[in-house]
């Protein structure tokens, strides 16, 4: 038994899960006053265990933990919440296994943040709490069957994506261009994740890599940037506008990382396969 000295507990996420030796597995977890931390729960896979259930990828849960010498140890779970309206649909995993991966990948180990605790855990509760709007026998869209539906998770995305930038210093500018530093103005403004933000029209011809932004999608950024998690409710915008914020977002998400992250990857497969169900549906209809 490890002495008292050696344990700690702590609220925590579970960001990842890793199949580790016979019946162990490392855990990737995200606490809000530890930040990242790895441990390994032994016995996990076990069907017998006591920690499984707990200990589920998502689930904010309650640990106790030994410090370990290579790895800390979880010796006691105890589920707050487990989510289990998510990992019981694939559209809500997906976008929570985006929004796991966009901590694990930005923060370093044992950096405490908050306010990136909270705003995980905002999301995961959104995702958890929407309901599902799919009858037997519709083409299932992100979180139901209705076009709206499928937009606000969409933007709910684009609020935390913008939230989790500005909470961990990497936030675009959007006041001043980038290049020259002057105040914006309406025109023809571009973004450049390579500049960090927006470029007036005059620096904006000057890279050629940077994509037009409207002043409309420009102001949602500004609002999803400084607003709390849930702002995305308030605004209602065209799909040329959810596009132009997903365009720049992603762009400035993959620049920072040096790649695309992988769940991004598979959240654009699913999209695109729901696509071609839905022209099917359509066409035999």
């Excluded at 519709?138 to 709206?148: F, K, L, N, S, Y």
Aim: glycine residues 6%; contains cysteine.
């Amino acid at each position: 038994m490890p002495s008292s000295s050696r344990l700690y507990r702590t609220d925590a996420i579970v960001l990842r899960r890793q199949d580790f030796g016979e019946a162990d597995r490392i855990l990737t977890l995200y606490s809000p006053t530890l930040g990242k931390i790895r441990a390994i729960g032994k016995g996990v896979r076990r069907p017998k265990s006591r920690l499984g259930g707990h200990v589920e990828q998502f689930t904010h849960v309650n640990v106790l933990v030994a410090q370990g010498r290579n790895l800390d140890i979880v010796t006691q779970a105890e589920a707050r919440r487990p989510f289990h309206s998510i990992r019981d649909d694939l559209w809500k995993a997906a976008y929570a296994s985006y929004a796991a991966e966009l901590v694990d990948r930005f923060t370093e180990e044992r950096l405490e943040n908050r306010a990136v605790f909270d705003l995980l855990l905002d999301v995961l509760t959104f995702l958890d709490g929407t309901p599902l709007m799919a009858q037997p026998g519709q083409v299932r869209e992100p979180a139901g069957a209705d076009a709206a539906t499928a937009a606000r998770f969409e933007l709910a995305l684009r609020n935390y994506e913008a939230q989790l930038l500005n909470h961990l210093g990497y936030a675009p500018e959007l006041v001043n261009c980038t290049g020259c530093q002057t105040r914006l103005s309406p025109g023809d403004n571009r973004y450049s994740a390579a500049s960090g933000g927006v470029l007036c029209e005059h620096c904006g011809v000057l890279q050629p890599a940077s994509r037009p932004i409207s002043v409309t999608a420009i102001k949602a950024l500004r609002l999803m940037s400084q607003e709390p998690f849930g702002v995305f409710d308030r605004l209602r915008l065209p799909d040329t506008i959810s596009r132009e914020l997903e365009t720049a977002l992603r762009s400035q998400i993959s620049f920072i990382l040096e790649r695309q992250p992988r769940t991004s990857e598979f959240l654009d497969r699913l999209k695109a396969d729901h696509r071609r169900e839905l022209r099917v549906a359509q066409a035999s209809a």
